[in-house]
């Protein structure tokens, strides 16, 4: 990747905001360009899968760590969450769309 690719890339990942797909949409970036700004943000690589519900334009994505775990999720009406894991693949945080905030032991 060469520099100025990946300093935009960096930029981009610094500037989405929550909810992160809806954010990358203004960029207009191709499924893998969305992943190498999810892994910035994440600071982990990403593999994101896409599901697509009939005519009515309805989607979902769902964001993974190497882990196989779900870090990030989002609907098209604008539902989202996030979620971070220890070691042990354990959630530890979760924040949601409608503002509420959950920290685990």
């Keep these: 990747m060469n ?6 890339i960096e ?8 909810p992160y797909i809806k954010s990358l949409e203004q960029y207009g970036l ?3 360009e969305m992943k190498l700004v999810l892994s910035k ?8 899968k896409d599901f697509i519900e009939g005519s009515n334009g309805f ?16 609907y098209s009406n604008g539902y989202w969450y996030k979620r ?4 042990n693949g354990k959630v530890i945080y979760h924040e949601g769309f409608d ?3 959950i920290g685990y032991r």
């Design 41 to 48: 943000v994440y600071n982990q690589p990403v593999t994101i």
């Design 59 to 74: 989607w979902e994505k769902h964001v993974y760590n190497t882990n196989g775990n779900l870090i990030y999720y989002e």
């Design 99 to 101: 503002g509420v905030i």
């Design 84 to 87: 971070e894991y220890d070691n």
């Design 30 to 32: 191709k499924q893998d």
């Design 11 to 18: 930029y981009i990942a610094n500037d989405i905001e929550l």
């Design 3 to 8: 520099k100025k690719y990946k300093k935009y």
